[in-house]
Each structure stands twice: as structure tokens, then as C-alpha cells.
């Protein structure tokens, strides 16, 4: 929800950030080279595709995971803080 609202087709212009997880291309290229992938940035509009590429990133707690995932930086405190609220709203039990 923090990302993209639960957007599957949200383009964030000014990263250049696709679909409901928001990956970047650097985040891709990355992850293509480490899993042997060849996923294009349109690829991650299917909201499959960008869950495996997210969950690739996903080890530790929560807060850690936020901030790996946002990169660093002022915005990475107010984008946990978003983050937070919405933890708020789901039963953590579940995940």
C-alpha cells in the first residue's frame, strides 16, 4: 500500500518505478545478474513478477527489509514511518 496503493500499473516518473512493489531498474539488474533472471521493467506491472523480485530482497524484520528495500537517507525514515502505520492496519500474525 505504501508503494503504489495496491496499483498494479502505478508509475512512479521520477524513479522510474513500476508496479505494485515500485522496482527500479537498478533493483532489477540486480537482481536479474544474482538469480539468473532476464526480467524486463515492464515485466514488474504483473503483480507475480514483482513479488519475486521483492521477495528476493526480504530477510530480517520488518524495519530492515523497509529501509533495504528504500534505499537510504531521510526518505528511507518517513517511508518507515509509512510503513509502520500500515503494519498497524494487518494482522502480523498472518504474514
Request: charged share 30%; aromatic share 14%; with cysteine.
Amino acid at each position: 500500500m505504501v508503494e503504489s496503493g495496491g496499483d498494479r500499473w502505478a508509475y512512479n516518473k521520477r524513479e522510474h518505478a513500476v508496479g505494485i512493489a515500485q522496482v527500479r531498474m537498478i533493483r532489477l539488474r540486480d537482481y536479474n545478474r544474482r538469480a539468473g533472471k532476464s526480467y524486463q521493467l515492464s515485466d514488474m506491472y504483473d503483480p507475480y513478477k514483482a513479488k519475486i523480485v521483492f521477495m528476493y530482497y526480504c530477510s530480517g524484520d520488518y524495519e530492515r527489509i523497509a529501509k533495504s528495500w528504500n534505499g537510504s537517507g531521510k526518505k528511507t525514515i518517513k517511508y518507515w514511518n509509512n510503513i509502520k502505520k500500515q503494519l498497524k492496519y494487518l494482522d502480523i500474525s498472518k504474514l
